[in-house]
């Protein structure tokens, strides 16, 4: 398990390197980033096997103790989650080599190791045992992809990316301060370690240090009223990399919201935590409504998305959490599909304007048909993915007794149904309304590649679709061992 652990992280960065250096070389620099990131991809894959069938394991990098050194660890939160992640970054990676070579496509001197950079990134969020090292993790993550946004050097570009620079450095000013904090009131930042000790705090402290990190992570998630940042900056930049950063991360925030405020039993931010989620969730879905491009749209319904999430945190119970794994689970194929379909609307209409675009639905009958599967599991319809996840949050809310957050939730799935309706209706079944928007110049003999990848995602988002059951039961698994944080401090302090 230990060397599992160990390629995970590694074997991205090795491949980053070798695609720098291969840059030159097309073809090498391809095989060597997907084979970096496939080979986390199955690492992960087989974590999780060992993880439901042993339990939580740990590696003390070094061997030094858990009160100073570095400790990664999979329990089945993270066993669940980091498959998804990284199968959806190789699949899209996978998108980006067929795209590269249009208008709309990233330098491919630069993408392909810049993403495998932020696939490791992603690796040790996940897995990361201490504060400081996700903190670390987060930086790997912004360097990289702050780079993928603005690398094309288009004003819109860097305008949009600056936001989402100084409000993501604003974030990881706060981490490092409450890092400090936490070390200051508990002599430690390891999170098994953190799992004892922070129950034991005045209240007040406590409650302190929970509000602290809910604004850190909330910013890295993009929750009311701290998602500014990713409206502008999202659509802005080539397919790819949205689709990466749709699907993966605004979810490693609430991953790390998630892992922190269980293990360390931030019980009493409930209530504030559940007002933030009915707000983030219509603040979205009204302002997805109003938008009139494919990629303000999605990009809006991500930060509505995130409400349901912080929902089935904010319940705190392990109904609750459970429903919170499987809504995270379902979104990050469904978010990464709708954006890679935004990117193929691109690649065929040339551009991403409602108003500009018509008809889609005629000639690419099963663009339609992929767009609509994903849409519908978003909207919570069955028998999709997001039906069986969101009932499990409603249920759970249900189960809590707290009837105007499920409301709100359904209002929101309302907003979300009638702005994928709005894509629909204009974009695959309207008729242009300001002429024929220009050719994609490369457009046609890439296409197979990225419908090839498309594909692959779609196959993801039925596969969540068609495991439901068996993801739940791994979830509340999953929900019982942060709520009930044990067999995690045990794995790590043994």
């Known amino acids: 398990m230990t060397e ?31 084979a970096g990131v496939g080979s986390a ?8 096997a060992l993880v439901a069938d042993g339990g939580p394991r740990s590696l003390a990098v070094g061997g030094w103790s858990p009160e100073i050194g570095i400790v990664l660890v999979v329990d089945m939160f993270a066993a669940l989650v980091l498959p998804v992640a990284l199968t959806l970054i190789f699949i899209v990676e996978i998108f980006a080599i067929g795209q590269r070579r249009t208008a709309w496509g990233a330098n491919p001197e630069l993408a392909g190791p810049l993403i495998a950079v932020l696939t490791s990134g992603v690796a040790l969020s996940v897995l990361t045992g201490d504060l400081f ?92 009223p701290l998602f500014s940042w990713l409206p502008d900056s999202y659509p802005t930049a080539p397919t790819t990399i949205t689709a990466v950063f749709a699907g993966l991360l605004t979810k490693i925030g609430i991953y790390s919201m998630i892992r922190f405020h269980t ?3 931030m ?8 007002a933030t989620a009915a707000i983030t969730m219509i603040v979205g879905g009204l302002g997805a409504l109003a938008q009139s491009d494919v990629k303000r749209i999605l990009s809006f319904h991500v930060i509505s998305q995130i409400g349901y999430m912080l929902m089935g945190l904010g319940l705190f119970s392990v109904a609750g959490v459970a429903g919170a794994i499987l809504f995270l689970i379902h979104q990050m194929p469904v978010k990464t599909l709708l954006f890679l379909v935004g990117g193929l609307i691109e690649n065929h209409e040339g551009t991403g304007s409602l108003d500009r675009s018509g008809g889609l639905g005629r000639r690419r009958p099963l663009l339609a048909a992929v767009f609509a599967v994903a849409a519908l599991s978003l909207a919570g319809i069955p028998p999709f993915s997001g039906f069986v996840a969101k009932l499990a949050l409603v249920s759970a809310t249900l189960e809590a007794g707290i009837i105007s957050v499920m409301v709100t ?33 490369g457009a046609v003999r890439d296409r197979r590649t990225m419908n090839a990848a498309t594909a692959c995602a779609v196959a993801g988002t039925l596969a969540v679709a068609l495991l439901a059951g068996s993801l739940f039961d791994l979830s509340v698994r999953a929900a019982e061992d942060l709520r009930s944080p044990d067999s995690y401090v045990e794995a790590v302090v043994r």
């Not at 090292?133 to 990316?161: D, K, M």
């Not at 890092?179 to 953190?194: D, F, I, S």
């Not at 019980?267 to 559940?274: E, F, M, Q």
């Not at 309706?421 to 300001?434: N, Q, S």
Request: glycine share 8%; net charge positive; with cysteine.
């Open 4 to 34: 599992l652990i160990s390629v995970t992280i590694v074997a991205p960065l090795a491949a980053a390197a070798g695609g720098l250096l291969l840059r030159s070389r097309p073809l090498a620099r391809d095989v060597a980033t997907l």
């Open 41 to 48: 991809a199955v690492c992960s894959h087989v974590m999780l």
């Open 133 to 224: 090292t996700l903190f670390v993790a987060f930086e790997l993550i912004l360097v990289s992809s702050y780079v993928l946004l603005t690398h094309q050097g288009q004003l819109a570009q860097v305008r949009s990316g600056m936001t989402y620079v100084v409000m993501n450095l604003l974030a990881s000013v706060l981490f490092l301060i409450g890092v400090a904090y936490v070390y200051a009131a508990t002599g430690t930042v390891n999170l098994a370690l953190l799992a004892e000790r922070i129950p034991q705090l005045d209240s007040g402290v406590r409650l302190g240090i929970g509000a602290w990190f809910l604004v850190v992570f909330g910013t890295k998630a993009a929750v009311f």
């Open 263 to 265: 293990l360390t039993l």
């Open 267 to 274: 019980d009493d931010l409930g209530p504030a935590i559940l």
């Open 409 to 441: 939730a359904l209002v929101a799935s309302g907003l979300t149904l009638l702005s994928m309706t709005k894509i629909w209706t204009e974009v695959f079944w309207g008729r242009r309304t300001a002429g024929d928007s220009p050719p994609v110049p």
